[in-house]
C-alpha cells in the first residue's frame, strides 16, 4: 500500500504529527487557533490553508464550516463516526449562569461510547473539582446524551436557571443533584430542575508533571 505520508513536506508532516498527538491527549482535534499559535502561522486562515492541503492528500477529512471537524481515514475505516456538537464549558462546581454557545463540533465513534445513530449527543468540558470523586476532574471533557435520566445518573443540568454537571437522585420522590465532592452542597431546586444530557462517556484531559 502506498504510504500517502512520503508525498508531505516538512511542514505538513509536523502538522500531521500534531493533530494525531493532540488528539490522543485531548480526545479532539485542536481548533484553528490551536494550530496557529503552535506553529506560529500569522492568521487562522493560513492554518486552515495547511489543513486543506493535508486534505488535498488524503490524509485527513474535514467537514466543512465545522471547527475541529477533522478525521483521519483510517479512523473512518474502522468505526461508525458522528459528528457531535462542542458546547464550551459546563462548572462541576458552584452551579452558575451560563446560555451554552456552540464552540464547533467533536468526531466520536458511536460504537464505541454506545450510542444509538440516531441520538442527540453532545460534548462538554468540565470546569471545577465537585465531581471527583466520580473520577471527572478540571479540563476533562464528558459525552451526554439528551434524554430521561435514572437515579445516580450523571448529568448536565439547568437547575433554577443555571447550569452544572452533578449526580442525579431522588429522595421521596423529589429529584435534587449531589456532588461528588464533600466540600460542595447538595443543590435542591427552588422553582425548577431540567435534564439537558445524561453522561455516556469521559474524556480525560491528559496532564502534565
Known amino acids: 500500500m502506498f504510504d500517502l505520508s512520503t508525498k508531505l513536506t516538512d511542514r505538513q508532516r509536523e502538522l500531521l504529527d500534531y493533530l494525531r498527538q493532540y488528539q490522543r491527549e485531548n480526545g479532539v482535534m485542536p481548533s484553528t487557533r490551536d494550530i496557529q499559535r503552535h506553529f506560529g502561522f500569522s492568521s487562522q486562515t493560513a492554518a486552515m490553508?495547511?489543513?486543506?492541503?493535508l486534505e488535498k492528500k488524503g490524509v485527513i477529512q474535514r467537514h466543512p464550516n465545522k471547527a475541529r471537524a477533522v478525521v483521519f481515514?483510517?479512523?473512518?475505516?474502522?468505526?461508525e463516526i458522528m459528528d457531535i456538537p462542542l458546547?464550551?464549558?459546563?462548572?462541576?462546581g458552584y452551579a452558575s449562569p451560563q446560555e451554552q454557545q456552540a464552540d464547533g463540533s467533536i468526531a466520536v465513534d458511536v460504537n464505541t461510547l454506545g450510542l444509538g445513530r440516531n441520538a442527540k449527543a453532545f460534548a462538554l468540558k468540565v470546569r471545577g473539582e465537585s465531581m471527583i470523586g466520580a473520577n471527572i476532574c478540571d479540563g476533562d471533557m464528558v459525552?451526554?446524551?439528551?434524554?430521561?435520566?435514572?437515579?445516580?445518573?450523571?448529568?448536565?443540568?439547568?437547575?433554577?436557571?443555571?447550569?452544572t454537571l452533578?449526580?442525579?437522585?431522588?429522595?421521596?420522590?423529589?429529584?435534587?443533584?449531589?456532588?461528588?465532592?464533600?466540600?460542595?452542597?447538595?443543590l435542591i431546586p427552588a422553582n425548577e430542575l431540567i435534564i439537558q444530557g445524561v453522561m455516556q462517556a469521559l474524556i480525560r484531559q491528559v496532564r502534565r508533571d
Open 143 to 163: 459525552i451526554l446524551e439528551t434524554k430521561e435520566p435514572r437515579p445516580r445518573d450523571i448529568v448536565a443540568a439547568l437547575i433554577d436557571g443555571e447550569t
Open 73 to 79: 481515514p483510517e479512523d473512518l475505516e474502522r468505526a
Open 87 to 92: 458546547y464550551g464549558m459546563i462548572p462541576a
Open 166 to 186: 452533578k449526580r442525579f437522585l431522588v429522595k421521596d420522590g423529589l429529584p435534587y443533584l449531589k456532588a461528588e465532592n464533600p466540600d460542595f452542597p447538595d
Open 49 to 53: 490553508s495547511h489543513l486543506r492541503a
